[in-house]
């Protein structure tokens, strides 16, 4: 039994469709539009009903300009698009998928429940996590096994300080550029909170709020 036929009257998930080949996009497209598969070695046509989600890291349109990707599978799976933005412009989730993964872990290894300070945070919100939900999950495990009491702190969080370092500095951002990122930055890590991000920065709130204007960002 295949995966269509194994998924039928139920919901089926295809990952990184982006990089599938063209061969098999063609038979994928079949599958779609007919509702029926073939066994391999075989002659009879199944009928299947399939609720179809797809994945991909690509730029779908991009690749079918560049003809990486078809374009008839591209209208036929183009539906509801959720786009998913990278952990870096994500703000306070990083906190509750990093609690979320610390309390997993521990639940799994029966181990005691572990908190973690004020600084693991700011040093989590601080980072632009490269390796996205995958990174986070392997350094809150990490944490886990690295912690010695019940609190994780700044010691037990081993990140890589060259990829932080390098993903902020861009040859081509001015130094306007630069404000706005940081601006932004402490905005979706502080509630959008104008008053304490000043004091913060030691900036004037007009500054803030003129950035709020340009970039059409929410305040408080």
Not at 44 to 61: E, F, G, P, S
Not at 128 to 145: D, I, Q, Y
């Amino acid at each position: 039994m295949g995966k269509f036929e194994e998924a039928n009257n139920g919901t089926i998930f295809l990952d990184e469709i982006g990089d599938m080949e063209l061969a098999l996009q063609v038979k994928l497209l079949r599958v779609l539009q007919e509702k029926t598969i073939t066994k391999v070695g075989g002659n009879q046509q199944i009928k299947v009903n399939n609720r179809v989600l797809v994945a991909t890291h690509k730029n779908l349109r991009e690749e079918v300009e560049k003809g990486n990707f078809r374009e008839d599978l591209y209208y036929r799976i183009f539906g509801l698009t959720i786009d998913l933005p990278p952990l870096r412009e994500r703000g306070q989730d990083i906190l509750l998928l990093f609690g979320h993964f610390v309390n997993w872990f521990c639940k799994e290894n029966n181990m005691a429940k572990k908190s973690f300070s004020n600084e693991v945070q700011a040093l989590l919100l601080n980072y632009s996590f490269p390796g996205n939900v995958r990174e986070l999950k392997s350094l809150a495990e990490l944490a886990c096994v690295m912690s010695s009491g019940n609190e994780i702190t700044v010691s037990d969080i081993k990140i890589n300080d060259t990829a932080s370092s390098g993903s902020f500095f861009n040859d081509h951002m001015t130094l306007d550029d630069y404000t706005r990122k940081i601006i932004k930055h402490y905005l979706d890590s502080n509630d959008q909170n104008v008053t304490g991000i000043a004091k913060m920065l030691g900036i004037g709130k007009s500054t803030i709020y003129r950035y709020l204007k340009d970039e059409n960002l929410e305040k408080k």
